[in-house]
């Protein structure tokens, strides 16, 4: 009987655990280690931050889904030895496996910015997006008390990806939360270091994306080169070399992230916590250990570079390892991963948004994208969980 350890319950590690389920013997044992008893759909979390949706939506008990065969342990990863071929937990005892699925995602980094860890928000998992939302709130509220004008500033470090959909959101709660306390308008800033926003689309949805913000009043500082974050502000620089700050109560956190810290802990080859892993998956001299989702840098053979890192490009991973393991078990050739993306969506608020789909890259805008981003979330839904589990807490109001 071999013994198949899943590190991580999101996107990459719940699909591999559905997928083993049905390419592995039932002689064979599965294990699921996650420190949180919930599955987090991490591409909704800026949603939470902004408060436009409950947390309870975009989480799920993992013991409700993973299906009998799976023994799930609730418990932090502390290291992973491959030559030992073992864990180690912070609360249980180690555990010795035949094959490993390594998928603990991201993290927030920071890259070592003077003040940004101790004085920005960051917004990786559901806490410290609750947190976000929390203290938005509170020091909104705290304004007819203390008079700060900074206690009705936002600014939003990084417009990539995350902060642009982070800013779509918050243009449809703060109008709300103004209204709730009876404040004067609240500001939204965004520091970028790129003269542009969203590379990864064509430029004229980049332009449709800054005209959104415009409209709804974001004031979008490019080619600002952070230096700092101190308590209350942002400190840059600007593409002339002049300092510059601007003065904030809330001050949010995304600029990058990079893998799982226990990756560079355990003592891996890593490039911002990232493994690169060969064409089937696995790890460098060990046929045994997979290496999927954030935590993996997954070579692209067409541009020869690795693919990002994606909840879409973590499922399919999860999928490809499962089987391959299943065919390892049954004395049979690993498969390569072959990655065909399906297009990529940002959402610029519940009604708006800009994307790329399909094979041609057919640009879409507006609410058809907003609606495309719903769809796809409750499709890896229903591809990892349950029917029922969509029809709980898909997205789509038309499910109530
Ligand atoms: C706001 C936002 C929007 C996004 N939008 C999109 C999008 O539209 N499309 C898209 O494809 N991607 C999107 N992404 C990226 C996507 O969320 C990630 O690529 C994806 O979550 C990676 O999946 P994963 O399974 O590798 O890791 P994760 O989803 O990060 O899951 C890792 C799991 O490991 C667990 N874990 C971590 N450390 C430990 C430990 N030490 N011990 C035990 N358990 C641990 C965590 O609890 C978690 O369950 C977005 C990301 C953000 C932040």
Partial sequence: MATILVLGGGYAGMRAVKFLQREVPSE?????????????????????????IAPEKITYEIN?????????????????????????????????YDYLVLALGFQSETFGLKGAEENALPMDDLATSEAVYQHIEKTIKGYNQTQDPNDLTIAVCGAGFTGIE???ELTQSLPKLQTKYNTPAIKLVCLERMTSILPMFDKSLGDYAM???????????????ITEITPNSVMYTDGNDQEH????????????????????????????????VNDDLTLKDHPEVYIIGDVSAVMDPESNRPYPTTAQIALAAGTQAAKNIGLQLRGRATQKFVYKSSGTVASLSDRDGIGEIGSSNRKVK???????KKIITDRSLFESAHLSTVFAKGRFDLYH
């Fill in 28 to 52: 064979h044992e599965i294990i699921l280690v996650d420190k949180s008893g919930t599955h987090t759909e991490k591409t909704n979390l800026h949603e939470v931050a902004a408060g436009t």
């Fill in 64 to 96: 409700d889904i993973i299906g009998s065969r799976v023994n799930f342990i609730r418990d932090t990863v502390t290291n992973v030895d491959v030559d030992q071929k073992q864990v180690t937990l912070a609360d249980h005892e180690p555990i010795t």
């Fill in 166 to 168: 982070l800013l779509g």
């Fill in 211 to 225: 005209q959104f913000l415009a409209k709804h009043n974001v004031e979008m500082k490019l080619g600002s080169s």
């Fill in 245 to 276: 700050e601007v003065k904030a109560n809330t001050i949010v956190w995304t600029v990058g992230v990079s893998g799982s810290h226990v990756i560079a802990d355990s003592g891996f080859e890593q490039r911002r916590n990232r493994v690169v």
């Fill in 366 to 372: 507006g609410y058809v994208a907003s609606a495309l």
